[in-house]
């Protein structure tokens, strides 16, 4: 049942845009695999085989440690509505952490605003392989909304009080990795 391309179409493309979350899979050699679910709100496909997301400051940073450690990154799309289907996207990522000169730019063109207090690095993905799959065994949910908790988490934060969280919580991973927030990779 699971077909494979290239690239992603426009059909899948659209299949992405209609996702309210999608999942994040990653690992560096003799580390645990970390999976973390992620809003689409700030993601991107922005070619036929590449997507970003705008990472916001959380409890740990391991996605940024492995693909700086190995590279690898797994993006999946699950359809809790409608048709079943799951979409993978396979490739390697990169990570524009919000010091770094073309944070700004990048940042402006495909996600546009104001840049959150808690934005903590863009990750790109370059995808070499894309997979559908039947997904008949993924149950049907009704999207509500976002949850407001990380946006209120970061409402009355400084950009010091950030800086000093990532200091705390997010320079290495649970594994001991640096995680590069503060350009000591």
């Known amino acids: 049942m699971a077909k494979q391309f290239d690239s992603i179409s426009d059909t899948l493309r659209?299949?992405?845009?209609?996702?309210?979350?999608?999942?994040?899979?990653?690992?560096?050699?003799?580390?645990?695999?970390?999976?973390t679910p992620r809003s689409t709100d700030s993601l991107r496909i922005t070619g036929p085989n590449e997507a970003l997301f705008l990472d916001l400051t959380g409890s740990g940073n391991e996605t940024a440690a492995h693909v700086i450690a190995d590279?690898?990154?797994?993006?999946?799309?699950?359809a809790f509505e409608g048709p079943p289907m799951i979409l993978r996207l396979y490739?390697?990522?990169?990570?524009?952490?919000?010091?770094?000169?073309?944070?700004?730019?990048?940042?402006?063109?495909?996600?546009?605003g104001d840049i959150?207090?808690?934005?903590?690095?863009?990750?790109?993905?370059?995808?070499?392989?894309?997979?559908?799959s039947c997904g008949y065994g993924v149950p049907l949910f009704e999207y509500t909304r976002e949850r407001p908790a990380l946006?209120?988490?970061?409402?009355?934060k400084s950009d010091a009080d950030?800086?000093?969280?990532?200091?705390?919580?997010n320079r290495t991973s649970m594994d001991g990795l640096p995680t590069g927030v503060f350009d000591d990779t």
């Open 116 to 132: 959150p207090v808690n934005a903590r690095q863009i990750f790109i993905q370059d995808i070499d392989l894309v997979q559908t």
């Open 91 to 112: 490739g390697r990522g990169r990570v524009v952490h919000r010091d770094a000169p073309e944070f700004t730019p990048l940042f402006a063109q495909h996600i546009g």
């Open 14 to 35: 659209a299949f992405v845009e209609r996702q309210h979350i999608f999942f994040c899979a990653s690992a560096a050699q003799d580390t645990r695999v970390n999976l």
């Open 71 to 78: 590279g690898r990154l797994t993006l999946m799309f699950c």
């Open 151 to 156: 946006r209120n988490w970061a409402a009355d």
């Open 162 to 169: 950030i800086r000093a969280y990532w200091g705390e919580k």
